[in-house]
C-alpha cells in the first residue's frame, strides 16, 4: 500500500561534534571548518552526549538525518583528557561554558 510519503536519501553526510545540551537544544560543531550549529535534542540519537561524534546526513544543506558515527568512534576513540580539551577551546572561542549533564 502506498501512503504518499517519499523516503528521501541523504545528498552528503558531513561529521559533527556535540559540545552542549541546553534545554530542548544541543549545540553541534559541523563540518571540516567546525561550524556551530543548534538542533532539536529529540532529533540526535539517544546514546549522543556532549563528545559525542555524529554523521549528519544533509539534503539542500539541511539535516534529515543525524546518527553516531561508530566508524569514527572505534577507529579513533578519543580519551576524555583528549574530548575535555577540545571542548575547553570551544569555551574559550565561543565564550560558552559547556556544562555536562545539562
Do not use: K, N
Request: aromatic residues 6%.
Amino acid at each position: 500500500m502506498d501512503h504518499g510519503f517519499e523516503v528521501i536519501a541523504p545528498q552528503c553526510f558531513v561529521p559533527g561534534l556535540v559540545v552542549a545540551f541546553e534545554g530542548a537544544m544541543a549545540t553541534v560543531l559541523v563540518g571540516v571548518e567546525q561550524e556551530r550549529w543548534d538542533f532539536p535534542r529529540e532529533i540526535l540519537p539517544m546514546a549522543a552526549e556532549p563528545g559525542s561524534l555524529l554523521l549528519i546526513g544533509l539534503v539542500d544543506g539541511r539535516p534529515i538525518r543525524v546518527e553516531i558515527d561508530v566508524d569514527a568512534e572505534a577507529v579513533q576513540p578519543r580519551a576524555v583528557d583528549d574530548r575535555l580539551a577540545r571542548l575547553g577551546r570551544y569555551e574559550r572561542l565561543t565564550g560558552h561554558e559547556v556544562v555536562a549533564g545539562s
